[in-house]
Antibody
Framework: QVQLQESGPGLVKPSETLSLTCTVS????????WSWIRQPPGKGLEWIGY???????NYNPSLEGRVAISVDTSKNQFSLNLRSVAAADTAVYYC??????????WGQGTLVTVSS | QSVLTQPPSASGTPGQRVTISCSGR????????VNWFRQFPGTAPKFLID???RRPSGVPDRFSGSKSGTSASLAISGLQSEDEADYYC???????????FGGGTKLTVL
């Protein structure tokens, strides 16, 4: 079982870019898909996108144009950038292993608040 | 509004059997495996079981998953107080070309 840990700012100003990194330990980032999922306070889960270790990506169409996910295999990390954020992007952001809806390993989550 | 539909709440008494439903479409549940997650307050969701009854080690066989047509169910038998949590379903959606989630069901053990 791998461990995942999200890191990044907990506060982002409106219209700026939200940037988070997920560090994978206890296993290699290679040969798996890696996803970002978010959960607004008191609400349900929303898929953001996923990346394969090779770099191929797939994003939620509702966020397409604002989201980018990248991978750094040398650091065993993958990252999320979400541009032009608004209050509606305030959520707990999780990184997870998997991509088909079967997320076997999750990070603990990090709350990102969008506010001036 | 979530793509998959779950009841917002469910309840049962200790020892009882409860089921939580998850309804979707042909493009998601009708064509793909359904996964179930359990989330305790303030913690990350954890994979519980799928509709093929695949479960990680440590998940008791009190939990079972099933699917029929465009609906799926999570059954919990011998309900215990520690089962009180939020439960989410997910599935791949062929039209979206991505995974979709239910809105979650809050299970209360009375």
């Amino acid at each position: 079982q791998v461990q995942l840990q999200e890191s990044g700012p907990g506060l982002v100003k409106p219209s700026e870019t939200l940037s988070l990194t997920c560090t994978v330990s206890g296993g290699s980032i290679s040969d798996y898909y890696w996803s970002w999922i978010r959960q607004p306070p008191g609400k349900g889960l929303e898929w953001i996108g996923y990346i394969y270790y090779s770099g191929s990506t797939n994003y939620n169409p509702s966020l397409e144009g604002r989201v980018a996910i990248s991978v750094d295999t040398s650091k065993n990390q993958f990252s999320l950038n979400l541009r032009s954020v608004a209050a509606a992007d305030t959520a707990v952001y999780y990184c997870a292993r998997g991509h088909h809806g079967d997320y076997l390993d999750w990070g603990q989550g990090t709350l990102v608040t969008v506010s001036s | 509004q979530s793509v998959l539909t779950q009841p917002p709440s469910a309840s049962g008494t200790p020892g009882q059997r409860v089921t939580i439903s998850c309804s979707g479409r042909a493009s998601n549940i009708g064509s793909n495996t359904v996964n179930w997650f359990r989330q305790f307050p303030g913690t990350a969701p954890k994979f519980l079981i799928d509709s093929n009854n695949r479960r990680p080690s440590g998940v008791p066989d009190r939990f079972s998953g099933s699917k029929s047509g465009t609906s799926a169910s999570l059954a919990i038998s011998g309900l215990q107080s520690e089962d009180e949590a939020d439960y989410y379903c997910s599935s791949w959606d062929d039209s979206l070309n991505g995974p979709v989630f239910g809105g979650g069901t809050k299970l209360t053990v009375l």
